[in-house]
T-cell receptor
Framework: KAGVTQTPRYLIKTRGQQVTLSCSPI?????VSWYQQTPGQGLQFLFE???????NKGNFPGRFSGRQFSNSRSEMNVSTLELGDSALYLC?????????????FGPGTRLLVL | GDSVTQMEGPVTLSEEACLTI???????????LFWYVQYPGEGLQLLLK?????DKGSNKGFEATYRKETTSFHLEKGSVQVSDSAVYFC???????????FGTGTSLTVIP
């Protein structure tokens, strides 16, 4: 079974631009979560989608948004990029939404904002 | 709130040495506990997990026991290899949702 895939793997943008990242979960998984990983802050939870609905949200500004499609694929959008948005963005999928579920991570999208 | 406190790194060990990475947690309810590993340039991979008190997770020679009385989930391996060099993350997830809380990560380097 194919793992979680994320596209693109690398991205360079300039301040003020917007960016859309894509995540395809493991086949059959219905929950997709997004995380931001930076050297200073570590792994921080952005949001989780389950069956096209946002179920949980972390403490990020409204510039960070996401959505999930009926095939469980998810996109994350960051508008008005800031230098501090430079990070590795990780997507994780799980079969269901619930605390017992193991999350399986993709390789990440590395975003550099200049 | 829910959180994970993980041993600071980096950790450098010689091959075949014993490894312990400490992890303690604070959680409401009854969390599931996880150890993930991240190799350079890659995403996180599940190493092991435990879903209730006294459960022991194990994989690839690594072990961790869910200790409710000490709110801990320390990662141990009896004999590390160079290929174990990576960053290790302790994490918890509470039953009320699918949100994971991660520790800051511990970098391990194993030298031959």
């Amino acid at each position: 079974k194919a793992g979680v895939t994320q596209t693109p793997r690398y991205l360079i943008k300039t301040r003020g631009q917007q960016v859309t990242l894509s995540c395809s979960p493991i086949s059959g998984h219905r929950s997709v979560s997004w995380y931001q990983q930076t050297p200073g802050q570590g792994l921080q939870f952005l949001f989780e989608y389950f069956s096209e609905t946002q179920r949980n949200k972390g403490n990020f500004p409204g510039r960070f948004s996401g959505r999930q499609f009926s095939n469980s694929r998810s996109e994350m959008n960051v508008s008005t990029l800031e230098l501090g948005d430079s990070a590795l963005y990780l997507c994780a999928s799980s079969l269901y939404s619930g605390g017992q579920e193991t999350q399986y991570f993709g390789p990440g999208t590395r975003l550099l904002v200049l | 709130g829910d959180s994970v406190t993980q041993m600071e790194g980096p950790v450098t060990l010689s091959e075949e040495a014993c490894l312990t990475i400490n992890c303690t947690y604070t959680a409401t309810g009854y969390p599931s506990l996880f150890w993930y590993v991240q190799y350079p340039g890659e995403g996180l991979q599940l190493l092991l997990k435990a879903t209730k008190a006294d459960d022991k997770g194990s994989n690839k020679g690594f072990e961790a026991t869910y200790r409710k009385e000490t709110t801990s989930f320390h990662l141990e391996k009896g004999s590390v290899q160079v290929s174990d060099s990576a960053v290790y993350f302790c994490a918890l997830s509470v039953n009320t949702g699918n949100q994971f809380y991660f520790g800051t990560g511990t970098s391990l380097t194993v030298i031959p």
